[in-house]
Nanobody, 125 residues
Framework: VQLQASGGGLVQPGGSLTLSCVAS????????VAWFRQIPGMERNFVAA????????RYTDSVKGRFTISRDNARNTVYLQMTNLRPEDAAVYYC???????????????????WGLGTLVTVSS
């Protein structure tokens, strides 16, 4: 599976962005997909995930109510809608997936076998 993340950019605090993660090589149907983010020199942190059946969605506490993860199986794409962005949301955002991801390990980056290259989100006035 190859993943391509896009949609990052520069936005002012309070602004919005929608990230896209497009898969090629196989369908994302039946796979959990997550977004992680990383600041250079820091560890990669979980942001949001949608499980393989789309029945389970998880967010890290700091983005609840502001970010929404969704999937479009017809387009083989997972989205991360980000609203009311804060300076602390600035990071490189990565999408990830893998056959071993289940509901209980959605937030564990080690569970994900396939990663996109990341897209940079900058939040600054």
């Amino acid at each position: 599976v190859q993943l391509q993340a896009s949609g990052g950019g520069l936005v002012q605090p309070g602004g919005s962005l929608t990230l896209s993660c497009v898969a090629s090589g196989r369908t994302l149907r039946g796979l959990a997909v997550a977004w992680f983010r990383q600041i250079p020199g820091m560890e990669r942190n979980f942001v949001a995930a949608i499980d393989r059946n789309s029945a389970g969605i998880r967010y890290t506490d700091s983005v609840k109510g502001r970010f929404t993860i969704s999937r479009d199986n017809a387009r083989n794409t997972v989205y991360l809608q980000m609203t009311n962005l804060r300076p602390e949301d600035a990071a490189v955002y990565y999408c990830a997936t893998g056959p071993s991801v289940i509901t209980s390990n959605l937030q564990n980056p080690s569970a994900y076998a396939y990663w996109g290259l990341g897209t940079l989100v900058t939040v600054s006035s």
